[in-house]
């Protein structure tokens, strides 16, 4: 029997759904309403048309066979109704009416369905600051708002900028500020670290640093107080200073558009999400939502979580269409992936971060593996550094966490095991995950395999290591301590320092160990060096066999130190 | 207890399991014999010394800090005592004791053991051909001849070569010797297709393209007779032609090492390779075996598999290495993943092509997606051309194998499936599956999520689709049907069709369709063709709804009917 359906929101998650719809039951019929003249946009591409990586924005509106998808599109071709510039004011679940008003006329109308679809989406979240009315104080809010900051800046009269927040969209906006337009950029961050809530604070520290390198600024720890300046904006006043600045963009994250499901009396989080079940359908069954204003369950911690993100939109608006013709699809939820390039260095993850699973509840350890992503003997390799999170005891795989220039590389690697995340894999399936193998593509025993042996050793109690921040604490406060770093690779290597630190560096290389325990020092703390922590491992295992056993192997080794800006 | 352990065969395997246990145990002993006076190499990195991207053999020999893993290497940092150009004889269950003989003195001894390990490997198959002892025809065993055929072709004298199989040695060595070495290269295979097994037809024909894009030959359906030559080789002839060579490469796959095994009367498969359990444990419970010389649980089919792999080995190794130090570790088995790199193409597959799949009894279906490995409208996107192996009815996923210039991208989508296959995943967890997604690295709908998508599609009888086979079958046959090809794209992708196929070529853009269903022609069958298959599926629909139902949507359209080789 045909239905009538209405879709609220026109942007991912309402076109997929009611396209997937139309398509299952032709002879139903779909209007689809946005607030916005623009719609159905690739919102994700943003940072991009910024950048000028993508130089027109009707591209991130565009097919890939290159038509635009307007309302006519989705009409003509799609058979969906689409009213832009109109807003839903309210639904009327009785009647099974929405309140609809047209922004250009000011006309009021209603529209029935049977059932009706909320895509309503996020935006970015407001921090009230006094003069974020300024011009040229920006949200990422729409497609809209972007052709404003990229003409903004396009007119050549911005130099410096402030970015609020260095979240996923925050550092994107950086680099697209500082690469193309070479724009004087700082990232204030109240958190101690980027990307907080995602990465963990290692992870955090190498992105960062690429950033860094990059030439943007980051203030962390910092609180962004006002905005100061008379019609434009012209600086930012932080709880530590004050930064000049013409173009101030905002981007601390965003909330669920829940107002109207709220105000419906559909059933809402404390999180001010809407509470939808795996079939994507609200407390009413005749009113489906998803995408950025629901939240679903984090197929890690069991709890509800909140994934803002276009691909979930995607997945759960075709869920959704199914589902409205009568199927019965479900969405289970959601472990976490995230992907956010950096300059040339991807930062991939998923599940969750090792202070994230701490707080939520887990008894968590990390390691790392610094590995080449290819066989080592084969040319044009790059490093991939990865950092596995999982439980103790239990050896439960909580996340997975890399950063590398080899972007797909360390994003398959990811996905390999977010992919097993809601079948509860240990560290022994990661040990022996069976990944497509030969010399151009990986090692034999590729860098996730070795992660999970890691894992494996520490679990087990061979492997005693500390990871750069333990280090760090540890070489801080060595003139405090008992305590000799042994740096288990070849003079060569090692050379650089012991001439500058030659009361507390020593070296015994672990292939001459064997025959050199005599030189092995004595102190109360011994921290082993290597390059990437396999031969200090070995030498642990060396020592501990002849009563040392007072040592401490420096996980993912100097390569990983580096990587996250130890200067020593 | 100190242990004494035997392991027999010093490349991947033996090795990892040698140095795995002795970290385990280090107070137990472990001596490893070869019969090659070059042990612990990667072996997969042949074809790549070869081609000249390994410039030294010793690479192949070393350790990511570069030292070489000789027996010195194994003594003295890994505490394994190794013999070169040792020949395990016989083994003496009873005894517990290997009898062995130097290969240089000729002398012969006994090694007691309490655990033995057989990484006996694998040997290149021999096909009894006349002339194979003529020089300059090689087969790829291991690093000496690779020495030895690489300096005969340095030496200039090499015009003509022809390699004997197109399984994953030959074409990586056929790439070699043109790429490199410039040397005019023909590859001969009795089978009709490259990568026999492996992957599908289509996908071989694909592959193939790339080779022969790049200036491969290759011979297909021909059976190689004899080599021709009076002290080195100057001919191959096959039962259709004589080929000038000057140097032949034999690559028809290897056969396990199993011959000291069976003499000691362990458990041999019918195929010849050495029964072990998940343990690694041949019938013998002292005695492990791994690697190429055992045959382990196809994961997908659930009957024995034969894997030869050096990632197998070292998995396998560690597990051995283990359970030798009393673990308990498990190797399940495998499902069976691959990839080459084949010039600036990536071959990517896991689990089982649709004609293994069929072979093997399953009513399997196969479907086609080429999308971007990016958001379409981020730049510098590759296509990746994916095809999904699944069982009707139930859509279980049975296998997936790829093409693309994006290697990494490709792999990370079938490692993603890879690891799943032993879950028995379904078409609803492809079209669902949670992949890592910003802009630059995927679409918010990913190839595989669309792969999962057209599956079900095509499960549902929705899509009623054809693959490259079948849609040259049709074209090659069209004068003598009722049949059109209708184009769903714009004139302009169309044009060049309607011009020179007026009688069997039309046009009605999916778009346009809707208000243009009178200019749809009518046929006993009707192609329904686009870019890439999913606006001729959206047309495939349209038409459905007006009770046209005779449609064929092509799979992955005429993207992937040129990658395919299609010329028309």
Redesign the interface.
Same mark, same amino acid.
């Given at each position: 029997m045909a239905k009538q359906v209405v879709v609220i929101g026109a942007v991912?998650l309402g076109p997929?759904a009611a396209c997937r719809f139309k398509?299952?039951e032709?002879?139903s019929s779909v209007i689809m309403i946005d607030e916005s003249r623009i719609i159905s946009y690739?919102g994700?591409?943003i940072p991009?048309y910024i950048s000028g990586?993508?130089s027109d924005a009707r591209?991130?509106q565009?097919?890939?066979?290159h038509?635009v998808r307007d309302a006519r599109?989705f009409e003509?071709?799609k058979?969906v109704h689409v009213l832009t510039r109109t807003r839903a004011l309210e639904i009327d679940r009785a009647a099974r009416q929405v309140l609809i008003k047209d922004l250009e006329s000011g006309k009021e109308d209603r529209l029935n369905y049977d059932k009706l679809v909320l895509a309503t989406g996020s935006s970015p979240r407001k921090i009230s600051l006094p003069g974020s009315n300024l011009e040229n104080v920006f949200t990422v809010s729409g497609l809209e708002e972007a052709v404003k900051i990229k003409d903004s800046i396009s007119r050549g009269s911005i130099n410096r900028a402030v970015v609020i927040g260095a979240g996923?969209i925050g550092l994107?906006m950086a680099e697209a500020l500082i690469d193309l337009w070479g724009i004087d950029t700082t990232v204030v961050e109240i958190a101690p670290q980027i990307l907080p809530g995602f990465t963990s604070m290692a992870m955090s520290r190498m992105a960062k640093k690429v950033m860094e390198d990059n030439g943007v600024r980051f203030l962390l720890n910092e609180k962004v107080l006002e905005l100061a300046g008379e019609n434009s904006v012209s600086g930012v006043v932080t709880d530590k200073r004050e930064l000049e600045a013409d173009l101030v963009v905002m981007a601390v994250g965003v909330q669920p558009n829940s107002e109207l499901a709220r105000q419906a009396g559909l059933k809402i989080s404390n999180q001010g999400a809407i509470i939808v079940d795996e079939y994507m359908r609200t407390s009413d069954p005749d009113i489906y939502a998803g995408g950025d204003c629901v939240e679903i369950a984090n197929l890690v911690t069991g709890k509800a979580g909140y994934f803002p993100?276009?691909?979930?939109?995607?997945?759960q608006g075709?869920?959704i269409g199914t589902n409205l013709a009568g199927g019965q699809?479900v969405?289970?939820g $959601? %472990?976490g992936?995230?992907?956010?390039?950096l300059f040339d260095h991807?930062v991939?993850?998923?599940g969750l971060s090792l202070e994230k699973a701490r707080e939520e509840g887990y008894d968590a350890l990390s390691t790392f593996v610094v590995q080449?992503?290819k066989?080592?003997?084969?040319?044009d390799n790059d490093l991939i550094y990865l950092e596995l999170v999982f439980e103790n005891n239990t050896g439960r795989i909580l996340g997975l966490q890399g950063i590398s220039t080899?972007?797909?590389?360390l994003?398959?690697?990811?996905? $390999? %095991?977010?992919?097993?995340l809601p079948?509860q894999p240990t560290t022994?399936d990661i040990?022996?995950?069976?990944?497509?193998?030969?010399?151009?593509?990986?090692s034999?025993?590729?860098a996730l395999?070795n992660l999970g042996?890691t894992a494996e050793n520490v679990l087990q109690g061979?492997n005693k290591e500390i990871g750069p921040e333990d280090f760090v604490r540890l070489w801080e406060t060595r003139d405090q301590q008992d305590i000799i770093f042994l740096d288990c690779?070849?003079l060569e290597n090692a050379a650089e320092y012991l001439q500058k630190y030659p009361d507390k560096w020593r070296n015994v290389s672990?292939?001459?160990m064997?025959?050199n325990l005599d030189k092995v020092p004595r102190a109360e703390t011994i921290v082993l060096v290597c390059?990437?922590g396999g031969?200090s491992y070995?030498s642990q295992?060396?020592l501990r066999?002849i009563g040392i056993d007072n040592t401490l192997n420096v996980s993912g080794g100097m390569k990983l130190l580096k990587k996250w800006g130890l200067d020593i």
């Open positions: 991912a997929k398509r299952l032709p002879e690739g994700c591409g991009y990586d993508v591209e991130l565009s097919t890939t066979f038509m599109f003509q071709v058979g996923f994107e993100l276009g691909s979930m939109a995607n997945r075709r869920v699809d969405f289970p $959601a %472990v992936s995230f992907a956010v390039k991807g991939v993850g998923t080449f992503d066989s080592h003997f084969y040319p080899n972007k797909d590389g994003k398959g690697r990811v996905d $390999a %095991v977010a992919v097993l079948h022994k040990s022996n995950l069976e990944l497509a193998y030969s010399p151009p593509f990986s034999a025993m590729d395999n042996h061979r690779r070849d672990n292939e001459s064997s025959s390059n990437t031969r070995e295992l060396r066999k």
